[in-house]
């Protein structure tokens, strides 16, 4: 063999050794970035944990704040705001009724005509607008007089319809689904925003006030006749529908609890006791604080970075708002720590909240054996194409921490809720049966989270208590209830009927 034939094997061999070598070496990277996005993500799901012994004490931290809150005003995380709503409604409502329920980024204006007892719903119809982002952090007037503008186009539709009696003003619902200081029935000051609001000029403000000169602004003929928080729309809608509602949970863009307390134990009421002896309390359970709460360095960021730092942090953890934003961040690190997605880091993995709850939760109940759900909402959201079906199931995986973690302590805040109430354990002539009133979309829409929820409810109360206690979707009891509390609290009713 010639020299040169000699020398091209020997740079052959070596070449054929350099590739190879190479693709060791990049196999090597790559195991290695894989070991370290795995580790990522177990120490992700061992810091969201939920053991039973954990829930159980979150639940006994929830009680315990209750009691705090009811005790006197500042005196709790949990807000524990009297309602004054201390007659739910009975049913024998008649007339045509409306509602404004601002509950979000959306809101809806209602019209339900009541036929009593006999009749019940007999009608209802809705319109529905989204808030454009710039009102929601712009002036007080400009956010009411574009809802009262939409109100007014509703009424406007259909009076052709539904006439009023003669000298008989339009009464209205209003379900402020925001912290407010009640102060009446029909009155009550804005405490601070959620949910991405802020809009400094509403703040300590009565937001029946600023409605109705909206209203009149606009030239419309109506009167707000209960402002009611989003929660106790529901409550008031399931009570309507099934006595045995005693509790609501909203589950939603945020998350809220409500229930029907004994009068006597409000320790910071001192107005006189109502007729009824029981008193609607709106608890803002959103707020909730316990260091039992699994808090991630996720979660941290996330708040040290959001609009109302250290507030809200149950709801932050638990609610549609935010748990989609969770999953970003935790993609991201794995993207950043581990090129989980390639050596460059995804542009838009780096955006806040381009990741919406409902396109996890998509992603989380996709059944296709390619998880081809979930690729295309890489691709389509986050522009990250060619996704491996081990990448895919990592994503997956991700999703039912975030959405386990919140869903359990969610169940874990309703069974605070019954231990205040009493409906925790067995008493004589056996279990006392209370019925929860759920909506929002994440209750609705998140199977996988709902499912959840009520499994672990099951878990914590045991076999014969969890028999007695139901979980019932309560659909747009919300919009429903405010009608019904605006019946329930008209100017035009008789004195005897109060």
Request: proline share 3%; hydrophobic share 40%.
């Amino acid at each position: 063999m010639g020299k040169v034939a000699v020398g091209v094997a020997v740079i052959g061999a070596a070449a054929v050794v350099g590739v190879a070598a190479l693709v060791v070496r990049q196999q090597m990277k790559s195991s290695g970035r894989w070991a370290r996005a795995m580790a990522i993500v177990k120490e992700f799901e061992e810091k969201c944990g939920t053991p039973d012994a954990k829930l159980k004490q979150v639940a006994d931290a929830m009680t315990v704040e209750m009691h705090a809150g009811l005790a006197s005003e500042g005196g709790s995380k949990l807000k524990m705001l009297i309602s004054f709503v201390d007659n739910l409604p009975t049913g024998d409502e008649k007339g045509v009724f409306y509602a404004l329920d601002l509950g979000g980024t959306n809101f809806r204006v209602l019209r339900v005509q009541l036929g009593g007892k006999e009749g019940g719903i007999v009608h209802q119809e809705f319109a529905e607008a989204s808030i454009p982002p710039a009102l929601m952090s712009g002036s007080s007037d400009a956010l009411f007089d574009y809802i009262a503008e939409k109100l007014a186009n509703f009424v406007d539709e259909e009076e052709k319809i539904f006439h009023q009696p003669p000298g008989r003003q339009r009464e209205l619902g209003f379900t402020f689904s925001f912290p407010v200081m009640q102060t009446s029935i029909d009155s009550g000051t804005l405490i601070r925003w959620t949910k991405g609001f802020s809009i400094d000029d509403t703040v300590g403000q009565d937001v029946v006030a600023e409605l109705t000169k909206a209203l009149q602004r606009k030239g419309v003929q109506m009167r707000v006749s209960a402002l009611v928080n989003d929660t106790i729309g529901t409550l008031a809608g399931g009570k309507y529908a099934n006595k045995d509602v005693d509790v609501a949970v909203i589950l939603g863009t945020g998350t809220n609890a409500a229930y029907v307390e004994r009068a006597q134990a409000i320790p910071k009421w001192h107005g006189p006791l109502p007729n009824s002896g029981k008193m609607v309390i709106n608890m803002e359970w959103g707020n909730f604080m316990s260091s039992h709460l699994p808090l991630t360095d996720y979660d941290h960021a996330l708040d040290v970075e959001s609009l109302n730092p250290g507030e809200q942090i149950f709801e932050k953890i638990t609610s549609g708002m935010y748990l989609g934003e969770i999953l970003r961040r935790v993609l991201l690190r794995i993207a950043e720590e581990a090129s989980f997605f390639g050596d460059d880091v995804p542009l838009k993995l780096k955006i806040p909240f381009v990741l919406r709850t409902p396109e996890m939760s998509a992603m989380h109940q996709d059944t296709s054996s390619d998880l081809r759900v979930v690729g295309v909402k890489m691709k389509d959201i986050l522009e990250i194409s060619n996704t491996s079906l081990k990448q895919r199931r990592v994503v997956v995986e991700l999703c039912n921490i975030v959405a386990t973690r919140g869903a359990r302590l969610a169940a874990a805040g309703i069974l605070g809720v019954l231990k205040k109430m009493g409906r925790d354990t067995l008493r004589d002539g056996g279990p006392e049966k209370t019925v929860i009133a759920m909506d929002g979309g994440l209750y609705e829409h998140y199977t996988k989270y709902r499912k959840c929820l009520e499994n672990a409810l099951s878990e914590l109360l045991g076999e014969e208590i969890a028999s007695s206690i139901v979980t019932e979707h309560s659909n747009d009891g919300s919009g429903i209830g405010a009608a019904l509390l605006a019946a329930s609290h008209s100017q035009y009713l008789e004195d005897k009927s109060r």
